[in-house]
C-alpha cells in the first residue's frame, strides 16, 4: 500500500491503538510502584502516584473512545445488541476501575436488582460506565452512587457522586457542548461526553433514540450522569 492509499484517519487510529497499549503497561508499572509505596509507609509517593495513575486511567480510556468514535464514522463497528444483565454490567465496570477507587478512597453504592436485563451493546456500555467512573472519580469527594431501573419502558442508568456537581455552562447542553470546544484550564475535551452520548443514541427501539443527560443533585447532592436506554 502507497503512502497516497493511507488515510490520515487510518493512520491515527492506528497509531491511537498502539499509544493505547503502551498506557495499559504504564499503567500496571504505576500500580505496582504505588502499591509498594504504600506498603513501605511512604504516603507521600503512594498520594503523588494516585494522581497519575488516574489520569493514565482517563488517557486510556479516552483512546479507547476515540477508536470506537472512529470505527463509528467508518460504520465498520460491530453493534452487538443483546439482552445482558445489568447488575453484572456495572459489576464488571466497577471491577475494572476498582485499583483507582481503592487508591483514592472512593466507596462505590451500587443499586440494581439482580434480575434486571435490558438490551445494549456490552462493551460499548462498559465504556460508558468507565467515562462516568473516571469523571465521578475526578470530581467526588469520596462516594459514587450507580443505579439502574427500568422505568416506562426504558433503562435508566446513573452514575452520582458527592463532589461539587456540573457547572451552569455544562448543564445548558447536557454536557455536549463541552465536546464543541478544549477548556485549557482543566484539559477537557469533552470527548467522554460526546462518547456517551454517541453510544446511547445507537441504541434505538421503535422510533425511540437513547439519549445522555447530566444534572446535579440525586443522592449525594453532586453530579448526575444518566444513560437512558429506550
Same mark, same amino acid.
Given at each position: 500500500?502507497?503512502?497516497e *492509499?493511507?488515510?490520515?484517519?487510518?493512520?491515527? #487510529?492506528?497509531?491511537?491503538?498502539?499509544?493505547?497499549?503502551?498506557?495499559?503497561?504504564?499503567?500496571?508499572?504505576? *500500580?505496582?510502584?504505588?502499591?509498594?509505596?504504600?506498603?513501605?509507609?511512604?504516603?507521600?509517593?503512594?498520594?503523588?502516584? &494516585?494522581? &497519575?495513575?488516574?489520569?493514565?486511567?482517563? &488517557?486510556?480510556?479516552?483512546?479507547?473512545?476515540?477508536?470506537?468514535l472512529y470505527?463509528?464514522?467508518?460504520?465498520?463497528?460491530?453493534?452487538? @445488541?443483546? *439482552?445482558?444483565? !445489568? #447488575?453484572?454490567? @456495572?459489576?464488571?465496570?466497577?471491577?475494572?476501575?476498582?485499583?483507582?477507587?481503592?487508591?483514592?478512597?472512593?466507596? !462505590? #453504592? &451500587?443499586?440494581?436488582?439482580?434480575?434486571?436485563?435490558?438490551?445494549?451493546?456490552?462493551?460499548?456500555?462498559?465504556?460508558?460506565?468507565?467515562?462516568?467512573?473516571?469523571?465521578?472519580?475526578?470530581?467526588t469527594?469520596?462516594?459514587?452512587?450507580? #443505579?439502574?431501573? !427500568?422505568?416506562?419502558?426504558?433503562?435508566?442508568?446513573?452514575?452520582?457522586?458527592?463532589?461539587?456537581?456540573?457547572?451552569?455552562?455544562?448543564?445548558?447542553?447536557?454536557?455536549?457542548?463541552?465536546?464543541?470546544?478544549?477548556?485549557?484550564s482543566?484539559?477537557?475535551?469533552?470527548?467522554?461526553?460526546?462518547?456517551?452520548?454517541?453510544?446511547?443514541?445507537?441504541?434505538?427501539?421503535?422510533?425511540?433514540?437513547?439519549?445522555?443527560?447530566?444534572?446535579?443533585?440525586?443522592?449525594?447532592?453532586?453530579?448526575?450522569?444518566? !444513560?437512558?436506554?429506550?
Amino acid at each position: 500500500m502507497s503512502m497516497e *492509499e493511507i488515510s490520515f484517519t487510518d493512520l491515527m #487510529a492506528s497509531s491511537i491503538h498502539d499509544m493505547k497499549n503502551s498506557v495499559n503497561v504504564q499503567v500496571h508499572a504505576l *500500580e505496582q510502584i504505588a502499591t509498594e509505596a504504600k506498603a513501605r509507609g511512604d504516603l507521600e509517593a503512594f498520594n503523588s502516584l &494516585v494522581v &497519575v495513575i488516574a489520569q493514565a486511567h482517563r &488517557v486510556n480510556a479516552n483512546l479507547i473512545q476515540l477508536l470506537s468514535l472512529y470505527k463509528f464514522g467508518k460504520s465498520t463497528y460491530p453493534l452487538d @445488541i443483546q *439482552e445482558y444483565s !445489568v #447488575a453484572e454490567l @456495572i459489576a464488571e465496570a466497577v471491577l475494572q476501575q476498582r485499583s483507582v477507587l481503592d487508591f483514592k478512597g472512593i466507596s !462505590v #453504592a &451500587v443499586d440494581c436488582a439482580d434480575d434486571c436485563y435490558w438490551y445494549f451493546d456490552h462493551d460499548l456500555m462498559t465504556g460508558v460506565l468507565l467515562n462516568a467512573l473516571n469523571n465521578a472519580c475526578s470530581y467526588t469527594h469520596d462516594k459514587v452512587r450507580i #443505579a439502574a431501573q !427500568v422505568q416506562g419502558g426504558a433503562l435508566v442508568l446513573r452514575v452520582e457522586d458527592n463532589g461539587p456537581g456540573y457547572p451552569a455552562q455544562m448543564l445548558q447542553g447536557h454536557g455536549l457542548g463541552a465536546s464543541k470546544g478544549v477548556n485549557f484550564s482543566n484539559g477537557s475535551t469533552g470527548l467522554g461526553f460526546y462518547f456517551s452520548a454517541q453510544v446511547a443514541q445507537l441504541h434505538q427501539n421503535q422510533g425511540r433514540l437513547g439519549t445522555l443527560t447530566i444534572d446535579n443533585g440525586g443522592t449525594y447532592g453532586g453530579g448526575c450522569f444518566v !444513560v437512558t436506554l429506550p
